[in-house]
């Protein structure tokens, strides 16, 4: 599998790989897994009146996994959290040109980022 | 991974009917092998030497094929995962696992495995892959009963194939992490 530069760059020097505390008020968590590939990605998000000031992920996949949710917390920081529910995997797929079959990975990194906003969205349901 | 594509190059039979099994997940190995070989030895490239290129090529194809059908009835797991594709149930890559538990747990164990690598404590790795391996053997004896099961009309078993051969998948993926860890310490 060729990997575009945009990827292997992400790959070999991720951005935002940690952990936020979560069961700290002000970050949301999305835990998601892909069973066909057997990935695993977590995407927290930590939130001050309405705005991602942070993001951190950590990925156990393949470099197209863990590129798309090192792209992706860079591009949620910053943004409101309606904003970032927005993000669509295609924006992702575009940035780093990853190929047909590595699609499924944008899609993860999607919905990570939806579940990270709706664990948030859920600790202040309250 | 084991591409399941139950009709792909054998023109729609099943890789059972190719070489005239049972189609069943308690496959006798002795009979696999058997049937495995006497169709070999008639599909062999050898045999078409001096035969018109048609009939070579179809040979050819018909050699490849047998391999196929026969690494992937040989183990459980992709035998599983080729038998559950034959009921319908595949594990698509747009598939999602909704266990925040396990999927917590898988992590969790991919960091203490990383953990281990980055500072080269091949004891740890290895208690790891020790671990997993049993987890791997635990989960392989889950598939005769629920074929079992399958096979006599319990649709509901599918289910529990499915999910057994979703963490198998995870579980191999760590395997695959734990002895490229202690080949890197080779290396």
Redesign the interface.
Known sequence: MAYSDKVIEHYENPKNVGTLGKDEDDVGTGLVGAPACGDVMRLQIRVKDGVITDAKFKTFGCGSAIASSSLATEMIKGMTIEQAGTIKNTQIVEELNLPPVKIHCSVLAEDAIKAAIEDYKKKHAR | ?VAVNPSSSDGGGSYFDLLGLPETFALDGAALEAAYLARSKDAHPDRFAQAPAAERVAALQRARTLNEAYKTLKKPVPRAEYLLARHGVT???????D??A???E??EL??ELAAARVAGKLDDVGRLEAAMKQRHRGLVDQLAPAFAAAERGDAAALATIKRAL?EL??V???LEECAASLDDADA
Not at chain 2, 91 to 97: N, S
């Open positions: 991974m594990i698509g890559d747009h598939e999602r696992l266990d925040a396990f999927l917590m898988i992590l991919r960091e979703i998948r995870y191999g993926r760590y």
